[in-house]
């Protein structure tokens, strides 16, 4: 069992900055891939970044490479999104996940959920 809880959000002005964190509880977070997804206002969940467990490997939507960067630390059990560049289009509920499957961006792929925290951009 993995408990995540996300923190770090708030309200900024596009071209800021932002730094999430995602903290988990349990013995073996180490062993899982950590996701960040998005929810916009009437849109769907989307995959954000994603990174493997051992954090050799990262993966990112087309929508915000070279502008976000997900990094982990394994001995406090955190993974961390830093948001550069931010645009009133990465307004959105954005939540970590924790799964045991890599390759997928599925939001069903993944087995554990934080509750969010919002990330809004006014122009």
């Known amino acids: 069992q993995v408990q995540l809880a996300e923190s770090g959000g708030g309200l900024v002005q596009a071209g800021d900055s932002l730094r999430l964190s995602c903290t988990a509880s349990g013995r073996t977070f180490s062993s899982y891939t950590v996701g960040w997804f998005r929810q916009g206002p009437g849109k769907e969940r989307e995959f954000v970044a994603a990174?493997?467990?051992?954090?050799?490997?990262?993966n990112y939507a087309d929508s915000v490479k070279g502008r976000f960067t997900i990094s982990r630390d394994n001995v406090r059990n955190t993974v961390s999104l830093q948001m550069n560049s931010l645009n009133p289009e990465d307004t959105a509920v954005y939540y970590c996940?924790?799964?045991?499957?890599?390759?997928?961006?599925?939001?069903?792929?993944?087995?554990?959920w934080g509750q969010g925290t919002q990330v809004t951009v006014s122009s």
């Open positions: 996940a924790a799964g045991v499957v890599w390759t997928t961006t599925r939001p069903g792929g993944y087995n554990y």
């Open positions: 990174i493997r467990a051992s954090g050799g490997s990262t």
